[in-house]
T-cell receptor
Framework: KNQVEQSPQSLIILEGKNCTLQ??????????LRWYKQDTGRGPVSLTI?????NTKSNGRYTATLDADTKQSSLHITASQLSDSASYIC????????????FGTGTRLKVLA | DSGVTQTPKHLITATGQRVTLRCSPR?????VYWYQQSLDQGLQFLIQ???????AKGNILERFSAQQFPDLHSELNLSSLELGDSALYFC??????????????????FGPGTRLLVL
């Protein structure tokens, strides 16, 4: 069964610190992997999109990595800010099958002053 | 502001009823996607339309249907509503230059969502 699992479920860090969120997937083959940021009650905002052949993609203080061999992706946030408090969702797109997008359950990040 | 608009923002209705959610994509975007987000299921992809035609189908129930009109706005129809249909419904849009290949897709821009409560 195609799955996307994220860890940790929740995370609390101090402002200015770095953190790394993990996404493990069993989806194979896949065409791309996305990371979204979602503020409570609002629509997700795209952070990065990586094709299966890419290893890393950056968007400002956000850097996503992809290891297709271990089926793992990570999202690294540098110098966290209070506004980074949100849920971060990993999404994998299989190249075939019923489901075009398989969503992880997300990591809820809280940045404290 | 993503440029995607959704109406209404909130909707309260009773079980067994039918509702219509509306989405206007960003100017120039040809693809519209519908998603459902509930507390117990998380985000789920429902359906995608590209330039008026259904492109991909996900976890959409038979009680639900959608369409995309010539002006590219889209509507999601939910009928015979059940308590479990209470959720946030998001619409997203993209230019979708990747087309049917599935190897590369563009950024999706999400609307603010419609919060549906079925009592």
């Amino acid at each position: 069964k195609n799955q996307v699992e994220q860890s940790p479920q929740s995370l609390i860090i101090l402002e200015g610190k770095n953190c790394t969120l993990q996404c493990n997937y069993t989806v194979s083959p896949f065409s791309n992997l996305r990371w979204y940021k979602q503020d409570t009650g609002r629509g997700p905002v795209s952070l990065t999109i990586m094709t299966f052949s890419e290893n890393t993609k950056s968007n400002g203080r956000y850097t996503a990595t992809l290891d297709a061999d271990t089926k793992q992706s990570s999202l690294h946030i540098t110098a966290s800010q209070l506004s980074d408090s949100a849920s971060y969702i990993c999404v994998v797109s299989p190249t075939s099958g019923t489901y075009k997008y398989i969503f992880g359950t997300g990591t809820r990040l809280k940045v404290l002053a | 502001d993503s440029g995607v608009t959704q109406t209404p923002k909130h909707l309260i209705t009773a079980t067994g009823q039918r509702v219509t959610l509306r989405c206007s994509p960003r100017s120039g975007d040809l693809s519209v996607y519908w998603y459902q987000q509930s507390l117990d299921q998380g985000l789920q992809f429902l359906i995608q339309y590209y330039n008026g035609e259904e492109r991909a189908k996900g976890n959409i129930l038979e009680r639900f249907s959608a369409q995309q009109f010539p002006d590219l706005h889209s509507e999601l129809n939910l009928s015979s509503l059940e308590l479990g249909d209470s959720a946030l419904y998001f619409c997203a849009s993209s230019v979708d230059r990747g087309g049917t290949s599935g190897r590369w897709e563009e950024t999706q821009y999400f609307g603010p969502g419609t919060r549906l409560l079925v009592l």
